[in-house]
């Protein structure tokens, strides 16, 4: 097995996108899809009910522009991972898309370089930051960006216990962008097997 996967990586790659399916697949039965229905409606967000028991906030946004369109966020998102010339052409037609996050579900928030980040995929993360994408400590971690991570840490230590989309932690980051320096230094300060 290659250096970049060890089976423990595979695996939790392999058990993080099974459970990410079982929100889709629940929404999926509540809509009553079926594997033999063709004309089932393919399962989509649904916003979680809620109510304030609270006061309410004393201001009320107004609201400028349109938002951006749900599937266009998740289609950036979705092509962030591994295809750049599909980021080019959907960056040129809608800049804002630069800043969009997408929530997978219970508030799994992942950008366009959130998504590239955690793949090791260089090529997009450095396309994207070039573009104004706003970097956090798990693109820093990715891209081998030690001082960044230090002065982060430094800052705040409990860091090195957050978690990334999809729950995905910064050795992990640091492990898929072949970041020895950072994936060395998060060792250092806590262990992960």
């Given at each position: 097995m290659s250096d970049q996967f060890s089976r423990r990586s595979i695996m939790t790659m392999g058990a993080g996108l099974?459970?990410?399916?079982?929100?889709?697949?629940?929404?999926?039965?509540?809509?009553?899809?079926?594997?033999?229905?063709?004309?089932?409606?393919?399962?989509?967000?649904v916003e979680a009910p809620f109510t304030r028991d609270y006061e309410a906030p004393?201001?009320?946004?107004?609201?400028?522009?349109?938002?951006?369109?749900?599937?266009?966020v998740q289609d950036f998102v979705i092509f962030a991972h591994m295809d750049l010339d599909k980021v080019k052409?959907?960056?040129?037609?809608?800049?804002?898309?630069?800043a969009a996050h997408m929530d997978w579900g219970g508030g799994d928030w992942?950008?366009?370089?959130?998504?590239?980040?955690?793949?090791?995929?260089?090529?997009?993360?450095?396309?994207?930051?070039?573009?104004?994408?706003?970097?956090?400590?798990?693109c820093a971690a990715s891209m081998n960006?030690?001082?960044?991570?230090?002065?982060?840490?430094?800052?705040?230590?409990?860091?090195?216990?957050?978690?990334?989309?999809?729950?995905m932690t910064l050795h992990f980051h640091a492990k898929m962008g072949k970041a020895t320096e950072v994936y060395d230094y998060l060792q250092s300060i806590k262990k992960i097997d």
């Amino acid at each position: 097995m290659s250096d970049q996967f060890s089976r423990r990586s595979i695996m939790t790659m392999g058990a993080g996108l099974a459970l990410s399916a079982v929100p889709v697949l629940a929404s999926a039965k509540q809509q009553g899809a079926t594997q033999t229905d063709p004309n089932a409606k393919p399962p989509s967000p649904v916003e979680a009910p809620f109510t304030r028991d609270y006061e309410a906030p004393g201001f009320n946004p107004k609201w400028k522009k349109m938002q951006l369109n749900r599937v266009m966020v998740q289609d950036f998102v979705i092509f962030a991972h591994m295809d750049l010339d599909k980021v080019k052409m959907m960056l040129a037609k809608e800049p804002r898309l630069i800043a969009a996050h997408m929530d997978w579900g219970g508030g799994d928030w992942e950008s366009g370089l959130g998504g590239a980040s955690h793949m090791g995929n260089k090529d997009i993360v450095n396309y994207l930051l070039e573009k104004g994408a706003r970097m956090d400590i798990f693109c820093a971690a990715s891209m081998n960006q030690i001082e960044v991570v230090k002065s982060m840490l430094k800052l705040q230590p409990n860091l090195i216990d957050s978690y990334g989309p999809h729950g995905m932690t910064l050795h992990f980051h640091a492990k898929m962008g072949k970041a020895t320096e950072v994936y060395d230094y998060l060792q250092s300060i806590k262990k992960i097997d």
